[in-house]
């Protein structure tokens, strides 16, 4: 068993209720002496990140929001520092574009690919998946979308808390009218 105290704070992925959700494959790191610096997305997972998040930013263009990516932080509370694949932001919630503290309002939309952390403090990865998004959307956040790579599916929750799930090859609700189909993305790019 790993103690607490011996576990750096590169190796913190997210802090959630108060608890720090140590980063994917992080005891390989403590076990092996290998460098934080070498854990990351796999490139299906950056992949995906980068074609949704110019997709939206295209769709968005000429819109007030911005559209951020690679794990921007979010800090929802004390105790509740998050990270988000892609958000988007409401341009006028965002005082300070030169502070490099995490946002501390709430994007408009948050989309997740895959989970990132090790989920041992949960029962499984969906009641995380299930936390995070519950946490974010109490925040203000009005929809939160996960695209979950090994089983092709993509869940979302938006205010009235109700989850959606949705295969690759269907079109997800962003907001408002703007909405999304995975499969039609990544065959556009030639991934599929």
């Known amino acids: 068993m790993i103690l607490t105290e011996t576990i750096p704070a590169s190796l913190i992925f997210e802090e959630l209720d108060g608890r720090p959700l140590y980063r994917k494959g992080y ?17 299906l997972q950056g992949l995906i990140v980068r074609i949704v998040s110019t997709y939206i930013a295209q769709i968005l263009e000429n819109m007030p929001y911005w559209v951020v ?5 979010l ?13 988007v932001f409401d341009k006028v919630l965002i005082k300070d574009l030169f502070s490099k503290k995490y946002a501390d309002v709430p994007p408009k939309v948050v989309i997740e690919v895959d989970v990132k952390i090790e989920a041992e403090q949960f029962p499984d990865e969906n009641a995380y998946i299930s936390l995070k998004s519950e946490k974010m959307i109490g925040f203000g956040t009005e929809r939160v979308i996960w695209i979950l790579t090994d089983e092709r599916k993509i869940m979302a929750i ?21 909405q999304f189909c995975l499969s039609d993305l990544l065959k556009k790019e030639g991934v599929i």
Do not use: C, I, Q
Not at 28 to 43: A, C, D, H, K, R
Not at 158 to 178: A, L, M, N, Q, T
């Open 158 to 178: 938006d205010r009235s808390k109700k989850w959606s799930v949705y295969g690759w090859e269907e079109s997800v609700p962003v907001f408002d009218d703007h």
């Open 69 to 73: 990516s690679g794990e921007t932080g």
């Open 75 to 87: 800090h929802v509370s004390r105790g509740n520092n998050l990270a988000n694949d892609v958000a």
């Open 27 to 43: 005891k390989e790191v403590l076990e092996t002496n290998s460098s934080p610096e070498e854990m990351g997305s796999s490139f």
